[in-house]
Structures are given as structure tokens and as C-alpha cells.
């Protein structure tokens, strides 16, 4: 590793050469190294590299379908670290699958388990706004029909909502998700708006069908904000104020 010198230090890449910075302040450069990919790709002292990779990949793939079918939900509310989250938690689950090989571990097995359903139970889509702290009401899911209620609601008292909001609407959905197969069928409830006022209100959230599919199923709760302004109600920045978690999974 060589010291570098002269007026202007440079970062970064060059050819094979790589100009950085250390901690201390002093500038350094030093030639790029590395296994190279074709090794990693047949060397037998590189197996486990290839087995954590393909189960690194199945990992992110579990996550992709989970968002590409909830895409229509989580566009009117989710934060910008989710992909990542979601990862990390599809790994755990991944790894909670006892039966597959190393390097074939999946989240199609995993998710058959208690625990692995219960990493996935309260996730929510958006870190801004955790439904457990917007939402200060009991809410009872049915299983059997996706129907989500919730009783003797008062919006001023029992929600949490941002400056300016003057509506609040709820919306639930029912997922039948296969991560085994690659495929999902979600099946959204109607929505249900209302004044952020002291008017007490019974919440029924029953989805159009119930989806089709031998997978996992999973239940989610939607909180949405608007502003009134000429009769028109205006949606609020969605990634810090609207709500959306799983909120049952069986």
C-alpha cells in the first residue's frame, strides 16, 4: 500500500488501482484485489460462497413477490428502508426451513412454521407510520371471511392523525400468497371513510372474495389520510402519515 502525494488527493477507482482516505485523514492507494468470480463460481473451497449466495438470492425473491403483490396497498403508504426490512426478514425465515439442504433453504418451507409466521405477524409496511401507534382501538379479524371490524371507533380519541388531516379512511386486504409457487392472489376489502370527529363509528372491512391459492395467508390493515379543501379530499404525503401492517397470518 503506497502513500499518496501531491496537492489534490484522489478517491476512487483507477484501472486496478484504488485511491481512498483512512480514518487518520492520510490518502492511500493500493491495487484492487478480490477472488475473482469465475473461482468463486467453481472452487470447491468457495461452496459455502455459493450456497449463501443462492440462498441470499432466494431470500430477496420472496421479498420482491411479497411487495409486487401488495404494490397496489403500498403505494398509498410505505417507508423507504421496506425492501430491506422485508429482507432481512424473509432471510430468517429461510432459515427456519429444517427440511432443505443448505443451499436450498427457502421461504416456501420456512413459512409453514409458527415462528417464521410470527416474524411476518405485525410487520409493518411503513416504519413512519406503525399502525399500533396510529391506531388506538381494538380491531377483530375473521379468518374464515377476511372480514376486519372494528367497534365503537371514535376518530378523535382513537386516532393518531397528522397535522392537517381532516379524513381518515380504512381499507383492509386478505393475500393468499405461495411463495413455493410464485403466486399470490390479493383480494382487497372496501374502504371505509370518515370526519375525524367525536362521531362513534362501527368499522367493517369485508374483502370482495376470498383469494385463491394453497399458500400462506395473510391479513392487512390500512389507514389513510386526507385533507378537505373545496369538497375535494386531498391524500396526504403518504411515506410519513398512512398505515399499512400484517395484521394476522395463518
Known amino acids: 500500500m503506497a502513500k499518496q502525494e501531491g496537492l489534490v488527493p484522489i478517491q476512487g477507482t483507477i484501472d486496478n488501482l484504488t485511491f481512498f ?4 485523514g492520510k490518502f492511500f492507494v493500493r491495487k484492487k484485489g478480490g477472488v475473482s468470480a469465475e473461482r468463486i463460481k467453481n472452487d470447491p473451497a468457495f461452496i459455502r460462497t455459493r450456497e449463501n449466495g443462492v440462498e441470499f438470492a432466494t431470500a430477496a425473491a420472496s ?4 411487495r409486487r403483490a401488495l404494490h397496489t396497498m403500498m403505494i398509498k403508504g410505505s417507508d423507504d428502508k421496506v425492501n430491506t ?20 433453504r427457502n421461504v416456501g ?3 409453514t412454521t409458527t415462528a417464521a409466521q410470527a416474524l411476518l405477524k405485525k410487520f409493518d409496511l411503513n416504519n413512519n407510520a406503525i399502525l399500533e401507534t ?30 392537517g ?23 382487497e376489502t ?56 400484517i395484521i394476522e397470518i395463518i
Open 21 to 24: 482516505k483512512r480514518k487518520d
Open 63 to 66: 421479498g420482491k413477490l411479497l
Open 85 to 104: 426490512r422485508l429482507h432481512k426478514i424473509m432471510s430468517k425465515i429461510k432459515n427456519l426451513d429444517s427440511t432443505s439442504v443448505r443451499g436450498l
Open 109 to 111: 418451507v420456512g413459512i
Open 134 to 163: 396510529v391506531l388506538k382501538k381494538a380491531y377483530s379479524v375473521n379468518t374464515s371471511t377476511g372480514v376486519i371490524s372494528i367497534n365503537n371507533l371514535i376518530p378523535l380519541d382513537h386516532v393518531m392523525f397528522p397535522e
Open 165 to 187: 388531516a381532516t379524513h381518515v379512511t380504512f381499507n383492509g386486504a386478505w393475500l393468499n400468497i405461495d411463495f413455493a409457487n410464485n403466486a399470490y392472489d390479493l383480494q
Open 190 to 245: 372496501n374502504a371505509v371513510n370518515m370526519l375525524i370527529d367525536t362521531t362513534v363509528n362501527n368499522v367493517v372491512l369485508t374483502p370482495v372474495a376470498a383469494p385463491v391459492g394453497t399458500g400462506t395467508n395473510l391479513f392487512l390493515l390500512q389507514l389513510q389520510f386526507f385533507q378537505l379543501i373545496n369538497n375535494v379530499q386531498y391524500s396526504l404525503k403518504t411515506d410519513t402519515t398512512n398505515s399499512l401492517c
